[in-house]
């Protein structure tokens, strides 16, 4: 089965810092890639996704990120975080021709003013 | 107001006890999922229905069941065949039954004592 992993469990940042994520998923064929993030008491929702052609894909507030195929990887980033970033963030993967996503196990961030 | 809804977002009960959750959407979504949330796993799958009447199961289906007699509704109930019931369950919906974008409701937090 296909599998997602995000090693940043939790970080720490001060305004202002960058931000990158790490995701890594093992399916070898097409995927569709996605950052979903759950802010304090809120749904979970999308950042951002990518699903195929340029392989840097920007989202919502700011956030970007970068399909690289031959590391596995769609690391997420920010330039510039703001203390309304503080959140959990989920990367999650699906394969092209299926039906079932699978989440990483999410990245605390917290940023301090 | 389109969206996911769950309730209750709180829900106690009994070891040994069946529990029923909640989950109606108004976004004439094709797709349904449930997925439960631990510390530290992030989300696994449970069951999903790509259209009304069928249902397939996920990663994490045993002691769990659904039905999707409704377009619109996708209850879950936990089972007291299921070993560790207490957690935290999403429940979201996506346009099509393809790796598409998904979208959550606010969850609702079950505890069995």
């Known amino acids: 089965a296909q599998s997602v992993s995000q090693h940043n469990h939790h970080v720490i940042l001060s305004e202002a810092a960058s931000l990158e994520l790490g995701c890594n998923y093992s399916y070898g064929g097409t995927v569709n890639l996605f950052w979903y993030v ?8 999308l950042l951002l996704k990518y699903f195929s052609g340029d392989p840097l894909v920007k989202g919502i507030k700011g956030f970007e990120a970068e399909f690289i195929k031959s590391k596995f990887s769609f690391n997420l980033r920010k ?11 989920f990367c999650a993967a699906a394969e092209n021709t299926g039906n079932q996503f699978y989440f990483g196990t999410g990245t605390s961030l917290t940023v301090i003013p | 107001d389109g969206g996911i809804t769950q309730s209750p977002k709180y829900l106690f009960r009994k ?4 529990v029923t959750l909640s989950c109606e959407q108004n976004l004439n979504h ?4 449930w997925y439960r949330q631990d510390p ?4 696994r799958l449970i069951y999903y229905s790509q259209i009304v009447n069928d249902f397939q199961k996920g990663d994490i289906a045993e002691g769990y069941s659904v039905s999707r007699e409704k377009k619109e509704s996708f209850p879950l109930t936990v089972t007291s065949a299921q070993k560790n019931p207490t957690a935290f369950y999403l429940c ?6 393809g790796p598409d974008t998904q979208y959550f409701g606010p969850g609702t937090r079950l505890t069995v004592l």
């Open chain 1, 79 to 89: 330039p510039s975080v703001q203390w309304s970033d503080t959140a959990e963030y």
């Open chain 2, 30 to 33: 094709d797709a349904m999922y």
């Open chain 2, 15 to 18: 070891e040994g006890q069946n």
């Open chain 2, 40 to 43: 530290g796993q992030g989300l």
């Open chain 2, 92 to 97: 979201a919906s996506g346009l099509t039954s």
């Open chain 1, 38 to 45: 759950q802010y304090p008491g809120q749904h979970l929702q």
